[in-house]
């Protein structure tokens, strides 16, 4: 039986291996504060040679889909690198990026009228190796186009994050890991008056070689915090469903 | 190098251009006439009408008395001036410093130093010159000496020979008139007064005496005969001095060819470029058609690069601008603008990433390229509260911030870019509202803090001041709204959304 395990442990290590995912040696210097989340990937490492892809539908949930990737962005730019964010009608308030510990300074932004071109500078901005990450605002991509960008990112490691507004077409994509970021009440401390840190509801829909799941995450002014899962009976848990339109 | 002119200059210029385009007036005796001081002035004549005894500067209705049949043409204010133009860039062709003589709008000055062994000496130059013009219809005299001055004067009064040996100049000057000096009238109506009929007779004489008698611009203009004085020359095209042609065998038709002529070019521009220390900041290419037809295309760096690469790659989004058609036979690439580059130290691993990073700046370059430089923003923080305001455009990649981001307010991640107007229902003057309505869906506010007060800056616009609300309703959407003015009875206010928070 140890044996068996053994081997189907080795087998399952050598076919990540053939997809691509390198065992990372120093794993501190690799995390990116996502807790338990990070369990969900493949080797238990957040993938940063990859595409992510954030479903919002609401403005409401841009908004924390910005916040979440502000978040990522502030341990992806630590070295001092740069970040690109492509998009068509930006709605990204510069300055906000500061509580999440980014430098707006250090944020090229690309304003075009045409999703094609997003896409163009989108695959330009990948190959460029100097960059930590790049940010677009797509709503049409399809599997060839995504595919091209996969590509891209593989071979110049900078991280790619793709801010979609259509869910339905969400299938057709090859995205390492689909994300759907929703508001979640805020907690104050001892029930003071007041807004508390932004909290949400990470949703982890699509992982490739790992496992989805659900999650309550805080941003605790410099890092990530996971929040209590009780949270999860509250009310807010029946509305999330509801259409707006 | 010894610096050797040639003076052009067209005896009628007009007169010729005219019979070019219409060569049934060659017997009839013309003259081109412009109004001055309520007279109609001749300023072109031709050669049927000379030999009747018309002048330049004579009256037309004069002429007319004199020469019964005389065909009076209108001319046009600097068409004279036109003309020189078109025939000097023509001329590019024996030398490329051409200039207008602007003194007595009828020539050209042609810098030709070190250009007439080209033609097999200057005697075999000067009469390729004369006989090129003359089969295309103009009636030139021509003249070579060291100086400018010289040959203008040589050209329009000389009697003994066109080619001034080096450094003879001088003596040759010497019988000539006083007019072969390019002085005014005035200037000259002193001199015939005084009895100076030749140069000979007042160029030995001590410059201070000539100052006080004629002024400093006759010394100036003796001495540019002389050359002994500098000449202004202001050349018709200014050369450039990076520039690469490549003319090919066979017409250019494909994507392919384009691609390989100007990775040549590129490869020949940069060496030349690397070793002068420059760095190329926009690059222009010229395509030349067989059809006659010339199509450039343009691009523009953000710093100043000689790396083949990452020109090509500026040049490659432009090829599809380029139509070929029947072929392209002669491309030229010029670096109108390049900047001093500072030869940075080889390094043996990559330096630390930032915006200075030489891909990302590359990247930067094809965006700008390829959709204008307009796309591309970037912010530095503003010393302002007001919220759009509160960051700057970057002037360019290299703009740092000057203050600090302010962090200490919270502030909502996506801001709209006008502020939304609400509906909202508030029980207490000056607390956050209870519930709003914003595009026909009601959140009931749950937890808020606020205000804050924000000024408008009032040296820049007029309004009322904003009071904002960070809000969050039941389901955790958090929102920042504000009211526009207080709140009271008689003043009008109003709320709106501004933004959402994260």
Known sequence: MNAKQELVNKLQQDILLWQGFKPQGTMTEEMIGLGAIEKAFPNGVFPRKAIHEFITVLPEHSAASDGFIGGLLSVLMKDGAACVWISTARKLFPVSLCTFNVEPDRIIFMDVTLEKDVLWIMEEALKCEGLAAVVAELNELSLIESRRLQLAVEESGVTGFILRKDARKAISTVATARWKISPVPSVTEDGMPGLGFPRWKVELTKVRNGNPGSWILEWGGDRFVEALPTLKTAAWYEHTERQIG | ?502
């Open chain 2, 1 to 502: 190098m010894p610096k050797r002119y040639v003076s052009i200059w067209f005896r009628q210029l007009l007169a010729d251009w005219q019979l070019i385009r219409r060569p049934e007036l060659s017997d009839v005796p013309f003259v081109f006439a412009a109004p001055d001081h309520g007279r109609n002035i001749i300023t072109g004549v031709s050669q049927v009408a000379v030999s009747q005894g018309i002048e330049t500067g004579m009256r037309a209705a004069d002429a007319k008395a004199l020469c019964p049949g005389l065909e009076v043409l209108d001319d046009k204010a600097g068409r004279s001036a036109k003309l020189l133009k078109g025939l000097g860039e023509w001329c590019i062709r024996y030398s490329p410093i051409v200039m207008v003589d602007d003194f007595s709008v009828d020539g050209l000055f042609l810098d030709v130093s070190g250009c007439t062994h080209l033609w097999g000496g200057e005697r075999k130059y000067l009469k390729e010159i004369v006989s090129r013009l003359k089969s295309k219809g103009y009636t030139v005299r021509v003249a070579m000496a060291d100086s400018p001055g010289a040959a203008w004067a040589i050209a329009r009064f000389g009697k003994v020979t066109p080619l001034i040996a080096p450094g003879a100049h001088t003596e040759s000057l010497l019988s000539l008139p006083p007019e072969a000096l390019r002085l005014p009238e005035i200037t000259l109506t002193k001199l015939r007064k005084l009895g100076f009929y030749q140069i000979r007779s007042f160029v030995g004489m001590p410059r201070s005496v000539l100052r006080r008698r004629f002024g400093e611009d006759f010394l100036t203009r003796l001495g540019q005969a002389l050359g002994t004085a500098d000449e202004l020359i202001t050349p018709l095209q200014l050369p450039v001095l990076f520039q690469e042609r490549l003319p090919c065998l066979e017409p250019i038709k494909t994507r392919t060819g384009i691609e390989m002529a100007i990775s040549r070019l590129l490869e020949h521009l940069c060496l030349r470029l690397q070793n002068e220390g420059k760095g190329l900041r926009t690059g222009l290419l010229t395509c030349y058609r067989i059809d006659g037809e010339v199509v450039q295309v343009s691009i523009g760096t953000s710093g100043a690069t000689c790396s083949v690469p990452h020109l090509f790659k500026l040049f490659q989004l432009k090829i599809d601008q380029i139509r070929p058609a029947l072929g392209i036979e002669l491309f030229v690439l010029e670096a109108p603008k390049v900047d001093e580059i500072l030869p940075g130290q080889e390094a043996l691993w990559a330096g630390k990433p930032g915006l200075d990073d030489q891909s990302v700046i590359q990247l930067l370059d094809r965006v700008a390229g390829k959709m204008g430089a307009d796309v591309i923003h970037r912010y530095v923080p503003a010393a302002r509260y007001w919220p759009e305001r509160s960051a700057n455009r970057a002037v360019s990649i290299t703009d740092k911030p000057t203050t600090e981001w302010h962090i200490d307010r919270p502030r909502p991640t996506e801001l709209l870019n006008k502020p939304a107007p609400i509906e909202v229902m508030a029980l207490i003057p000056d607390h956050p509202p209870k519930f709003f309505i914003y595009k026909g869906i009601q959140h009931s506010v749950v937890k808020a803090d606020g205000p804050e007060r924000i000024e408008r800056e009032w040296w820049l616009d007029v309004g009322e001041h904003r009071d904002y609300y960070q809000v969050e309703d039941e389901l955790g959407q958090r929102y920042w709204l504000f009211r526009s003015g207080h709140y009271g009875g008689e003043q009008r206010y109003q709320w709106f959304l501004h933004g959402f928070f994260a």
